[in-house]
C-alpha cells in the first residue's frame, strides 16, 4: 500500500519559516520524481516545486528564492523548507510522487500565515 505522509504545517508569523516534510512508504521512492503543490481556499492547486531523481530542481516564479526542495533518498522523505512566508502562502500543501502512470498524492498539511 503506498502512502505518503506530509508533515510539518502549522501558524507562522508573516517572515517566518516551516519545514514540510513527505514520508513515501510502499514504494521505490528513488526513482519518482517529487512534487509539493498548493491548494489556497476557492483557487486551483498549484505545483511549487519540484525535485527530480538526480536532485534537479525547479520552483513556481512566486517562491523562487523563498523555498527549497530537498530529498533525503535513505529515509524516502521530500522536504520543502519555506523561508520569509508571507500570507499569500497561506494554502493545504501536498506532496505528489511520479513515475510514468504511477501517480500518488499525500492528504495535504495546512499552512497558516498569519499575524
Known amino acids: 500500500q503506498v502512502q505518503l505522509v506530509e508533515s510539518g504545517g502549522g501558524l507562522v508569523q508573516p517572515g517566518g519559516s516551516l519545514r514540510l516534510s513527505c514520508a513515501a512508504s510502499?514504494?521505490?521512492?528513488?526513482?519518482?520524481?517529487m512534487h509539493w503543490y498548493r491548494q489556497a481556499p476557492g483557487k486551483q492547486r498549484d505545483l511549487v516545486a519540484s525535485i527530480t531523481t538526480g536532485g534537479s530542481t525547479t520552483y513556481a516564479d512566486s517562491v523562487q528564492g523563498r523555498f527549497t526542495i530537498s530529498r533525503d533518498n535513505a529515509k524516502n522523505t521530500v522536504y520543502l523548507q519555506m523561508n520569509s512566508l508571507k500570507p499569500e502562502d497561506t494554502a493545504v500543501y501536498y506532496c505528489r510522487a511520479r513515475l510514468g502512470t504511477r501517480d500518488y498524492w499525500g492528504q495535504g498539511t495546512q499552512v497558516t500565515v498569519s499575524s
Open positions: 510502499g514504494i521505490f521512492f528513488t526513482v519518482y520524481v
